[in-house]
């Protein structure tokens, strides 16, 4: 198998998982107002590396443990913690996926990042990379127990079956600009192959790769549909859409590039890495898009080369 288009485990429950799964929700906060030297005593008791400052109820900025100790090392513990702060703050919203929090820390480089609610942008939790670890880590227990429970395989369904044609259909419609619902269709069949005993690798790679597909459909389209036809030695995903075509596919293939409008860059979508993440994880993909007619989209993963459990 190419290992370029290898997936994990981890892989797969990034796009499960939502941050306020793993994020902790007992956050230490402190006033702007606050002298630097009054951080001392809850960064040492806490066990913490950062603190959110939060003036009535809004979050207004956010301070380490880096910022505490250049202000030890000038002689500045009597500053206040507002001017020492940083204030242009980087925040996840509660409900992203998790893959979102992990592609802003692979991006920035923080230690940490606050979570606010996407309806009154009020802190409700932190986010470290510890944070991540353990919660994958504690799902990846939950989900080897289920996994035990699923012993037969997707290959005894087509050799049980006498047929001249055979192949299972599962059909997903897909509503444009309804963040609340999206991903749906890629966590139902992937709930559906687990449910038919394909192999983990196969599943995973087929719900990111329908994931991807789906969010492009929500952020750009009104709307389209998912169809996956499981057949004997291959899962094929259709996606089409009415929407407004992609101008130039060969630019929109390149990692990065989007034209997500800022309102769906505010959801935590748009990064510009759904097509190529689509084209790294299928063994073959063909795009074709016209300009105000739409796109249709077809991913084809094998299964042949994936016949055995990870």
Known sequence: MDNIRKTTKI??????????????????????????????????KKRISGIPIVNDDKLVGIISIEDFIT??????????????????????????????????????????????SRKDKKLVGIITKSDIIKGVL???ETAYLDEEERRYR?????????????????????????????????TGLKKTLYRLGLSPEIVRRTAISTYEAEINIVAFTKGGQIIAYLEPHQIKIVITDKGPGIPDIKKAMK????????????LGFGAGMGLPNIKKFADKMTLRSKVEKGTHLEIIIKLSDYRKED
């Open 11 to 44: 892989q797969e429950l990034t796009y499960e998982l939502k941050i306020k799964d793993v994020m902790s929700k007992n956050v230490e906060t402190v006033s702007s107002k606050m002298p630097v030297s009054s951080l001392r005593d809850i960064l040492y």
């Open 71 to 116: 202000c030890l090392e000038h002689g500045e513990m009597d500053a206040l913690i507002e001017d020492k702060m940083t204030k242009n703050i980087q925040s996840l919203y509660a409900d992203e996926l998790l893959v979102h929090a992990v592609i802003k820390f692979e991006k920035y480089g923080f230690g940490r990042f606050p979570v606010i």
């Open 138 to 140: 504690k799902k990846l």
């Open 154 to 186: 997707a290959s005894h369904i087509f050799n049980d079956v006498v047929a001249d044609e055979l192949f299972f259909k599962f059909q997903y419609f897909v509503e444009g600009k309804n963040f609340d619902k999206a991903g749906e269709a890629a």
């Open 255 to 266: 990692p990065g590039f989007s034209t997500a409008p800022g309102w769906v860059r505010e």
